[in-house]
Protein backbone atom coordinates (compact mmCIF):
# COMPACT_ATOMS: atom_id res chain seq x y z
CA UNK A 1 0.00 0.00 0.00
CA UNK A 2 1.52 3.33 -1.40
CA UNK A 3 -0.13 6.14 0.83
CA UNK A 4 0.69 9.49 2.17
CA UNK A 5 -0.61 8.56 5.57
CA UNK A 6 0.31 7.20 9.08
CA UNK A 7 -2.09 4.12 10.04
CA UNK A 8 -5.82 3.83 8.55
CA UNK A 9 -7.48 4.42 11.94
CA UNK A 10 -6.31 7.81 11.95
CA UNK A 11 -6.90 9.28 8.13
CA UNK A 12 -9.92 11.13 8.89
CA UNK A 13 -8.60 12.91 12.04
CA UNK A 14 -5.56 13.57 10.93
CA UNK A 15 -6.82 15.41 7.71
CA UNK A 16 -9.06 17.52 9.81
CA UNK A 17 -5.84 18.67 11.77
CA UNK A 18 -4.25 19.71 8.23
CA UNK A 19 -7.44 21.64 7.41
CA UNK A 20 -7.76 22.88 10.46
CA UNK A 21 -3.88 24.46 10.13
CA UNK A 22 -4.70 25.57 6.45
CA UNK A 23 -7.22 27.30 6.99
CA UNK A 24 -7.14 28.87 10.48
CA UNK A 25 -8.72 32.38 9.46
CA UNK A 26 -11.61 30.84 7.78
CA UNK A 27 -12.61 27.78 9.32
CA UNK A 28 -13.24 26.26 12.79
CA UNK A 29 -12.53 22.17 12.62
CA UNK A 30 -13.44 20.27 15.44
CA UNK A 31 -11.28 17.28 15.44
CA UNK A 32 -13.13 15.41 18.21
CA UNK A 33 -16.53 15.82 17.19
CA UNK A 34 -15.79 15.80 13.33
CA UNK A 35 -17.77 19.18 12.50
CA UNK A 36 -16.05 21.92 10.20
CA UNK A 37 -17.99 24.96 10.22
CA UNK A 38 -17.38 28.54 8.79
CA UNK A 39 -15.37 30.56 11.13
CA UNK A 40 -17.58 33.40 11.06
CA UNK A 41 -20.70 30.93 12.31
CA UNK A 42 -23.50 31.18 13.28
CA UNK A 43 -24.61 34.26 11.05
CA UNK A 44 -27.62 36.04 11.83
CA UNK A 45 -30.56 36.50 9.55
CA UNK A 46 -28.72 33.59 6.82
CA UNK A 47 -30.20 29.93 6.73
CA UNK A 48 -27.47 27.75 7.41
CA UNK A 49 -26.79 24.79 4.90
CA UNK A 50 -25.04 21.59 6.68
CA UNK A 51 -23.98 18.87 4.35
CA UNK A 52 -21.70 15.64 4.95
CA UNK A 53 -21.18 11.89 4.40
CA UNK A 54 -18.17 9.55 3.80
CA UNK A 55 -14.69 11.09 3.61
CA UNK A 56 -12.66 10.22 0.49
CA UNK A 57 -14.35 12.66 -1.90
CA UNK A 58 -12.49 15.50 -0.84
CA UNK A 59 -12.85 18.35 -1.27
CA UNK A 60 -16.68 17.35 -0.61
CA UNK A 61 -17.44 18.53 1.24
CA UNK A 62 -15.33 20.26 3.78
CA UNK A 63 -13.71 22.09 0.89
CA UNK A 64 -17.33 23.92 0.42
CA UNK A 65 -17.63 25.34 3.90
CA UNK A 66 -17.46 29.22 3.80
CA UNK A 67 -19.17 32.57 2.97
CA UNK A 68 -21.94 31.63 -0.08
CA UNK A 69 -21.91 27.78 0.33
CA UNK A 70 -21.69 25.68 3.46
CA UNK A 71 -21.94 26.30 6.81
CA UNK A 72 -20.77 23.31 8.00
CA UNK A 73 -19.87 19.83 7.03
CA UNK A 74 -19.91 16.79 9.04
CA UNK A 75 -17.24 13.86 7.52
CA UNK A 76 -17.87 10.41 7.67
CA UNK A 77 -15.39 7.57 7.96
CA UNK A 78 -14.07 6.79 4.53
CA UNK A 79 -17.12 6.01 2.33
CA UNK A 80 -19.09 5.70 5.69
CA UNK A 81 -22.03 7.85 6.62
CA UNK A 82 -21.56 10.66 9.54
CA UNK A 83 -23.49 9.85 12.65
CA UNK A 84 -26.65 11.88 13.26
CA UNK A 85 -24.99 13.33 16.79
CA UNK A 86 -22.52 15.10 14.30
CA UNK A 87 -25.04 16.51 12.25
CA UNK A 88 -27.09 17.73 15.06
CA UNK A 89 -24.01 19.06 16.65
CA UNK A 90 -23.40 21.20 13.73
CA UNK A 91 -26.77 22.53 13.00
CA UNK A 92 -27.07 23.49 16.62
CA UNK A 93 -23.28 25.39 16.29
CA UNK A 94 -24.63 27.21 12.77
CA UNK A 95 -28.17 27.98 13.51
CA UNK A 96 -28.29 31.68 13.32
CA UNK A 97 -32.26 31.95 14.16
CA UNK A 98 -33.51 31.64 10.21
CA UNK A 99 -33.24 27.40 10.13
CA UNK A 100 -30.92 25.00 8.85
CA UNK A 101 -30.89 23.44 5.30
CA UNK A 102 -29.53 19.65 5.24
CA UNK A 103 -27.89 18.73 1.83
CA UNK A 104 -28.18 15.14 1.94
CA UNK A 105 -26.79 12.53 -1.15
CA UNK A 106 -29.03 9.75 -1.90
CA UNK A 107 -27.03 7.08 -0.22
CA UNK A 108 -28.87 5.08 2.29
CA UNK A 109 -26.97 5.72 5.33
CA UNK A 110 -26.68 9.53 5.07
CA UNK A 111 -29.95 9.48 4.43
CA UNK A 112 -31.03 7.70 7.45
CA UNK A 113 -29.01 9.18 9.63
CA UNK A 114 -29.49 12.90 8.44
CA UNK A 115 -33.57 11.79 9.15
CA UNK A 116 -32.32 11.18 12.43
CA UNK A 117 -30.24 13.95 12.88
CA UNK A 118 -33.21 16.47 11.68
CA UNK A 119 -34.86 15.11 14.75
CA UNK A 120 -32.86 15.78 17.32
CA UNK A 121 -32.38 19.76 15.82
CA UNK A 122 -36.30 19.97 16.34
CA UNK A 123 -36.39 18.90 19.52
CA UNK A 124 -33.58 21.62 20.32
CA UNK A 125 -36.34 23.73 18.41
CA UNK A 126 -34.22 24.16 15.50
CA UNK A 127 -36.22 24.60 12.03
CA UNK A 128 -34.68 21.89 9.63
CA UNK A 129 -35.95 21.28 6.04
CA UNK A 130 -33.69 19.01 3.59
CA UNK A 131 -32.60 18.58 0.00
CA UNK A 132 -32.22 15.14 -1.65
CA UNK A 133 -29.58 14.85 -3.95
CA UNK A 134 -30.03 11.96 -6.94
CA UNK A 135 -28.81 13.27 -9.92
CA UNK A 136 -27.26 10.52 -11.36
CA UNK A 137 -28.47 8.41 -14.22
CA UNK A 138 -26.38 5.47 -14.82
CA UNK A 139 -28.58 3.17 -12.28
CA UNK A 140 -31.74 2.94 -10.75
CA UNK A 141 -30.05 1.25 -7.63
CA UNK A 142 -27.47 0.65 -6.24
CA UNK A 143 -25.50 -1.49 -3.15
CA UNK A 144 -25.66 2.49 -1.56
CA UNK A 145 -29.12 3.12 -2.59
CA UNK A 146 -32.69 2.41 -2.95
CA UNK A 147 -33.34 5.26 -5.94
CA UNK A 148 -30.74 6.67 -7.96
CA UNK A 149 -27.13 8.22 -6.30
CA UNK A 150 -25.70 11.70 -5.43
CA UNK A 151 -22.88 12.75 -6.86
CA UNK A 152 -21.71 16.08 -8.98
CA UNK A 153 -25.30 17.78 -8.42
CA UNK A 154 -24.11 18.04 -5.08
CA UNK A 155 -21.97 20.99 -5.84
CA UNK A 156 -24.61 22.73 -8.01
CA UNK A 157 -26.89 22.16 -4.78
CA UNK A 158 -24.80 23.79 -2.17
CA UNK A 159 -23.29 26.63 -4.41
CA UNK A 160 -26.08 28.13 -5.42
CA UNK A 161 -28.94 27.42 -2.24
CA UNK A 162 -26.11 28.72 -0.46
CA UNK A 163 -25.73 32.16 -2.66
CA UNK A 164 -29.58 32.04 -1.63
CA UNK A 165 -29.03 31.57 1.85
CA UNK A 166 -26.07 34.15 1.66
CA UNK A 167 -28.88 37.11 0.19
CA UNK A 168 -30.77 36.22 3.48
CA UNK A 169 -33.68 34.23 1.87
CA UNK A 170 -35.94 32.11 3.98
CA UNK A 171 -35.75 28.93 4.66
CA UNK A 172 -38.52 27.39 2.50
CA UNK A 173 -37.30 29.61 -0.51
CA UNK A 174 -33.79 28.10 -0.10
CA UNK A 175 -35.22 24.93 0.00
CA UNK A 176 -37.25 25.34 -2.91
CA UNK A 177 -34.19 26.53 -4.86
CA UNK A 178 -31.94 23.61 -3.97
CA UNK A 179 -34.75 21.15 -5.22
CA UNK A 180 -35.06 22.48 -8.35
CA UNK A 181 -31.42 22.26 -8.73
CA UNK A 182 -31.38 19.18 -8.41
CA UNK A 183 -34.25 18.48 -10.31
CA UNK A 184 -32.55 20.40 -12.94
CA UNK A 185 -29.59 18.19 -12.74
CA UNK A 186 -28.19 14.83 -14.12
CA UNK A 187 -24.54 12.93 -13.76
CA UNK A 188 -23.26 10.27 -15.41
CA UNK A 189 -19.71 8.73 -14.20
CA UNK A 190 -16.86 6.71 -15.81
CA UNK A 191 -13.87 4.84 -13.65
CA UNK A 192 -10.95 4.01 -15.69
CA UNK A 193 -9.25 2.54 -12.42
CA UNK A 194 -10.10 0.53 -9.43
CA UNK A 195 -10.45 2.57 -5.80
CA UNK A 196 -8.34 1.62 -3.22
CA UNK A 197 -9.14 2.77 0.55
CA UNK A 198 -7.28 2.87 3.88
CA UNK A 199 -8.59 0.31 5.37
CA UNK A 200 -8.43 -2.79 2.61
CA UNK A 201 -5.37 -1.16 1.11
CA UNK A 202 -5.77 -2.92 -2.28
CA UNK A 203 -9.05 -1.74 -4.99
CA UNK A 204 -12.07 -2.80 -4.22
CA UNK A 205 -12.95 -4.39 -7.31
CA UNK A 206 -11.16 -5.80 -10.48
CA UNK A 207 -10.91 -3.36 -13.43
CA UNK A 208 -8.33 -5.63 -15.65
CA UNK A 209 -6.20 -3.58 -17.81
CA UNK A 210 -7.32 -2.25 -21.11
CA UNK A 211 -11.18 -2.28 -19.96
CA UNK A 212 -13.24 0.69 -18.22
CA UNK A 213 -16.33 0.89 -16.08
CA UNK A 214 -19.12 2.93 -17.47
CA UNK A 215 -21.72 4.27 -15.04
CA UNK A 216 -19.88 4.18 -11.60
CA UNK A 217 -20.57 5.96 -8.32
CA UNK A 218 -18.43 7.61 -6.15
CA UNK A 219 -17.51 4.22 -4.21
CA UNK A 220 -16.58 2.53 -6.70
CA UNK A 221 -20.03 0.68 -7.19
CA UNK A 222 -20.79 -1.15 -10.36
CA UNK A 223 -22.29 0.76 -13.40
CA UNK A 224 -24.13 0.16 -16.59
CA UNK A 225 -21.98 -1.97 -18.40
CA UNK A 226 -17.91 -2.66 -18.78
CA UNK A 227 -15.82 -2.35 -22.64
CA UNK A 228 -12.29 -2.09 -23.29
CA UNK A 229 -10.77 1.30 -23.13
CA UNK A 230 -11.99 3.45 -25.26
CA UNK A 231 -10.78 7.27 -26.33
CA UNK A 232 -11.90 10.49 -24.69
CA UNK A 233 -13.94 11.63 -27.54
CA UNK A 234 -15.92 7.95 -27.55
CA UNK A 235 -16.44 8.68 -23.77
CA UNK A 236 -17.79 11.62 -23.79
CA UNK A 237 -20.26 10.76 -26.58
CA UNK A 238 -21.40 8.12 -24.62
CA UNK A 239 -21.25 9.79 -20.81
CA UNK A 240 -23.15 13.18 -22.08
CA UNK A 241 -25.98 11.07 -24.75
CA UNK A 242 -27.05 8.88 -21.12
CA UNK A 243 -27.46 11.64 -19.58
CA UNK A 244 -29.70 14.29 -22.65
CA UNK A 245 -31.42 10.73 -22.89
CA UNK A 246 -32.81 11.51 -19.50
CA UNK A 247 -33.74 15.09 -19.46
CA UNK A 248 -33.94 18.22 -22.76
CA UNK A 249 -32.81 21.22 -21.23
CA UNK A 250 -34.96 23.56 -22.59
CA UNK A 251 -32.13 26.63 -20.75
CA UNK A 252 -28.70 26.82 -21.10
CA UNK A 253 -26.65 24.25 -18.59
CA UNK A 254 -24.28 24.38 -16.25
CA UNK A 255 -21.15 21.89 -16.94
CA UNK A 256 -18.87 19.95 -14.26
CA UNK A 257 -16.44 18.02 -15.39
CA UNK A 258 -15.47 15.97 -12.84
CA UNK A 259 -12.03 14.12 -12.02
CA UNK A 260 -12.65 11.01 -10.31
CA UNK A 261 -9.79 11.92 -8.46
CA UNK A 262 -6.21 10.68 -9.95
CA UNK A 263 -7.01 11.82 -13.35
CA UNK A 264 -4.80 14.83 -14.48
CA UNK A 265 -6.30 18.36 -15.40
CA UNK A 266 -4.66 17.41 -18.85
CA UNK A 267 -6.54 14.95 -19.70
CA UNK A 268 -9.89 16.67 -17.63
CA UNK A 269 -9.40 19.56 -19.63
CA UNK A 270 -9.21 17.90 -23.10
CA UNK A 271 -12.04 15.73 -22.31
CA UNK A 272 -14.07 18.49 -21.48
CA UNK A 273 -13.47 19.87 -24.97
CA UNK A 274 -15.08 16.33 -26.49
CA UNK A 275 -18.18 17.07 -24.02
CA UNK A 276 -18.46 20.47 -25.20
CA UNK A 277 -18.47 19.03 -28.61
CA UNK A 278 -21.33 16.34 -27.85
CA UNK A 279 -23.17 19.38 -26.41
CA UNK A 280 -22.76 21.71 -29.02
CA UNK A 281 -23.55 18.33 -31.67
CA UNK A 282 -27.10 18.39 -29.81
CA UNK A 283 -27.65 21.81 -29.69
CA UNK A 284 -27.13 22.33 -26.14
CA UNK A 285 -26.10 26.05 -25.09
CA UNK A 286 -23.52 25.88 -22.25
CA UNK A 287 -23.84 29.07 -19.81
CA UNK A 288 -20.89 28.17 -17.48
CA UNK A 289 -17.92 25.75 -17.11
CA UNK A 290 -16.28 24.02 -14.23
CA UNK A 291 -13.53 21.42 -14.48
CA UNK A 292 -11.26 19.79 -11.89
CA UNK A 293 -11.85 17.52 -9.12
CA UNK A 294 -14.55 18.31 -6.88
CA UNK A 295 -16.46 14.94 -5.77
CA UNK A 296 -13.90 12.30 -6.10
CA UNK A 297 -13.53 8.79 -5.03
CA UNK A 298 -10.15 8.63 -3.62
CA UNK A 299 -7.56 7.22 -5.73
CA UNK A 300 -10.10 6.10 -8.79
CA UNK A 301 -8.78 7.58 -12.31
CA UNK A 302 -11.71 8.67 -14.41
CA UNK A 303 -14.21 11.47 -14.66
CA UNK A 304 -17.73 12.28 -14.84
CA UNK A 305 -20.17 14.70 -16.09
CA UNK A 306 -23.06 16.92 -14.65
CA UNK A 307 -25.32 19.28 -16.16
CA UNK A 308 -27.99 21.47 -14.51
CA UNK A 309 -30.11 23.45 -16.70
CA UNK A 310 -30.22 27.09 -15.38
CA UNK A 311 -32.91 30.02 -15.84
CA UNK A 312 -31.67 33.65 -15.00
CA UNK A 313 -32.01 33.62 -11.48
CA UNK A 314 -30.28 30.05 -11.03
CA UNK A 315 -27.14 31.63 -13.24
CA UNK A 316 -27.39 34.74 -11.10
CA UNK A 317 -27.04 32.41 -7.42
CA UNK A 318 -24.18 30.52 -9.56
CA UNK A 319 -21.97 33.42 -10.33
CA UNK A 320 -22.72 35.35 -6.47
CA UNK A 321 -19.86 35.76 -4.69
CA UNK A 322 -18.02 32.56 -2.87
CA UNK A 323 -14.82 31.66 -0.86
CA UNK A 324 -14.10 28.74 0.08
CA UNK A 325 -11.46 26.60 0.30
CA UNK A 326 -12.06 24.65 -2.84
CA UNK A 327 -14.30 27.33 -4.95
CA UNK A 328 -13.92 30.67 -4.61
CA UNK A 329 -14.74 33.39 -6.90
CA UNK A 330 -15.94 37.42 -6.59
CA UNK A 331 -14.36 38.06 -3.24
Known amino acids: MRMLINVPETVVADALRGMAAAYPRDLTV????????????????QVALVSGGGSGHEPLHGGFVGPGMLSAACPGEVFTSPVPDQMARAAAAVDGGSGVLFIVKNYTGDVLNFDMAAELAEDEGIQVAKVLVNDDVAVTDSLYTAGRRGTGATLFVEKIAGAAAAEGQPLERVESIGRQVNENSRSFGVALSAVTTPAKGSPTFDLPAGELELGIGIHGE???????????????????????????PRNPVLVLVNGMGST???????????????????????????VGNY?????????????????????????????????RWGM
Open 30 to 45: DVEHRVIMRRDAPVAG
Open 264 to 290: PLLELYGFNAEVQRVLEERGVAVARTL
Open 295 to 327: VTSLDMAGASVTLCQVDEELLRLWDAPVKTPAL
Open 222 to 248: PGRERRAMMTSGEIADFAVNAILDDMT
